[in-house]
């Protein structure tokens, strides 16, 4: 009995404790400094600001009024805020992954902000590594709103002798007040040119092939991401394109991207190429309207959902580019990006109709 008890306090002693993680950070070319106070969140690693601010010589200052923190950089002050997903910069606004955390009374931030955007701040190469990869992310350790998505995001069998489209699942990225997405100069905001383009999107499938379009949102409204991904999950919905804007630090990056999430170990008999055609015959429509595409992309973004619903996040310009700011604020513009996906999504739909 008393080592019953003795191995019982031992797990709960090895329950209660955090998982140990540590992290790597330097400018290029400096000796290393180990930061031990990771915190680890839904599998995202967290760090103290002012910690990994230091390890490159930067310096950040909180705000106790205003409940921001500035953090001092070449190009200028760098503003970010617990709770908020965009880092502001002048009046340039850019999208964070994770928002920052008050853990344990300090302020801490996704190592995505060190590893991706610091480097932009500073106009120098940051080195980053994390020294316990295993425990940041992991299958196992997915929520059970990602599991039900895994599920429901699937690709649905064809009605007998009917089309192989169906319907069409869109999500205009963002939406209400408090997710306005990326802010362009002069107040562009993501949130709207997904709105636009979204609408014009679902009247051309409606109007030229004659399907339902299932929107996630048709106004200036918030949703949670089982809201975004619900009308996927209808039995004619038949692929699901999103719809977002870019921001960077610099001017020049201009172009449409194109997202699709990465394939999987084993995937069902020829389903892992179809978001790759969907997305090809969409960039090909789009060259031919003279918009430019930087290239398709594979990763593993939380909007995208995971199954093997044909499945494409377009990012649809830079709000920081003059002339993608111009095309996504024009309602002629707008129509014809708008066009130029119902093109793509038209010629997917005739070549899976042949191969059947």
């Known amino acids: 009995m008393p080592r019953l008890r003795t191995l019982f306090c031992f797990f709960l002693l090895f329950i209660a404790s955090p998982l140990e993680a540590s992290v790597e950070i330097a400018l290029k070319g400096q ?30 200052d909180w705000d106790s009024v205003e409940h921001v923190y ?55 190469p940051v080195y980053y590594r994390n020294l316990n990869p295993t425990t940041v992310s992991t299958q196992g350790e997915e929520s059970s709103l990602d599991r039900l998505f895994a599920f429901l995001l699937r690709k649905k069998k064809p009605a007998d002798n009917g089309s192989s489209l169906r319907g069409v699942a869109i999500d205009p990225g963002h939406g209400g007040q408090q997710d306005p997405g990326a802010i362009g100069p002069g107040g562009i905001k993501e949130k709207d040119a997904a709105l636009e383009v979204s609408i014009k999107l679902q009247k051309q499938l409606k109007m030229r092939l004659g399907i339902p379009v299932f929107i996630s949102r048709d106004g200036d409204y918030a949703l949670d991401r089982e809201q975004r991904l619900k009308p996927a999950t209808h039995p004619e919905a038949d692929a699901l394109i999103l719809l977002h804007a870019q921001a960077s630090f610099r001017e020049e990056p201009r172009g449409v991207t194109l997202f699709i999430r990465p394939f999987e170990e084993n995937p069902e008999e020829g389903d892992r190429d179809e ?45 920081t580019n003059t002339e993608d700011r111009q095309m996504l604020q024009n309602p002629e513009e707008q129509q014809k990006l708008a066009e130029a996906i119902f093109e793509g999504l038209e010629t997917f739909a005739e070549r899976q109709e042949k191969t059947q």
């Open 31 to 60: 000796s290393p400094v180990v930061i031990d106070e990771i915190y680890l969140r839904e599998g995202v690693s967290y760090l103290p600001a002012d910690d990994a601010l230091e390890a490159i010589n930067l310096q950040g």
């Open 70 to 124: 500035r953090i001092k950089t070449p190009r200028g002050t760098a503003v970010i805020s617990p709770g908020s997903r965009y880092l502001r910069l002048g009046e340039r606004f850019v999208p964070l992954e994770h928002p920052p955390r008050f853990l344990d009374g300090r302020l801490r931030v996704a190592e995505d902000l060190i590893s991706r955007h610091l480097p932009s701040l500073l106009r120098l």
């Open 275 to 319: 978001s790759v055609r969907l997305a090809t015959h969409i960039r090909e429509a789009m060259e031919t309207a003279d918009l430019e595409v930087d290239g398709i992309i594979q990763a593993p973004l939380l909007p995208l959902g995971r199954g093997n619903l044909p499945t494409v996040l377009i990012e649809m310009g830079y709000l």
